[in-house]
């Protein structure tokens, strides 16, 4: 009897081996979850990245008119930087006169995480974009990144600043549907100017 108990049991006991393999096999090979190419939370940077940007600019604008793939606006800007806590927030403003608009922008520095958190305040909603782009700068090199929704959909937010020398820097955004490729939409280009001729109380004068 007992020999015949044993034999019955062995498929079960086999069954739940293979089981078994086949469970482990599942948790040591999860799918990585795809994402545009760079895109990371975990970029980080130093407290002074943008004490370069201190004062005032002009600047070109180029955004990617909605619903296209290849027409663009193109219109000026004025902004102006100032830091605060010895450099580790920013406010800037950027005024664009033929739009009639202006955005505000505020940066602070995660000194445990090494991190920076870019904020925007568009002056049409005068409401805070609840989620930041994250990152840093390594060398002339800044890099952000958000995980966002718009319009309803979801999408990864790519920022990247350029400096290309003292006085020239160059801003890209660019989004991310598919998590697979980036489609630049906005594009500015900035040229160091005099603050006194174009900022007022650290803000763009209006003309």
Not at 14 to 30: K, Q
Not at 85 to 111: C, K, N, Q, V, W
Not at 180 to 188: E, P, R
Request: net charge neutral; glycine share 8%.
């Amino acid at each position: 009897m007992p020999s015949n108990l044993t034999k019955a049991l062995q498929p079960l006991a086999m069954l739940s081996a293979a089981a078994l393999l086949t469970a482990g096999a599942v948790v040591a090979e999860p799918q990585a979850r795809a994402v545009p190419p760079g895109f990371t939370m975990e970029r980080t940077g130093g407290e002074h990245d943008f004490a370069y940007f201190e004062g005032g600019w002009t600047t070109v604008q180029r955004r990617l008119r909605a619903g296209t793939t290849d027409t663009w606006d193109t219109f000026p800007a004025t902004l102006c930087a100032s830091p605060y806590l010895d450099g580790r927030a920013t406010i800037d403003e950027l005024y664009m006169p033929t739009l009639s608009r202006a955005g505000l922008t505020l940066r602070t520095f995660d000194r445990e995480r090494n991190q920076w958190s870019v904020y925007w305040v568009n002056s049409a909603t005068g409401r805070l974009d609840p989620i930041p782009v994250v990152g840093g700068f390594e060398g002339r090199r800044g890099e952000f990144y958000a995980s966002d929704t718009v319009a309803g959909r979801s999408v990864k937010v790519r920022y990247l600043w350029t400096i290309a020398d003292d006085n020239h820097a160059r801003w890209e955004q660019a989004f991310s549907y598919d998590d697979q490729t980036w489609v630049t939409n906005w594009t500015a280009d900035f040229t160091r100017a005099d603050p006194a001729s174009v900022c007022e109380n650290g803000k763009p004068r209006r003309r």
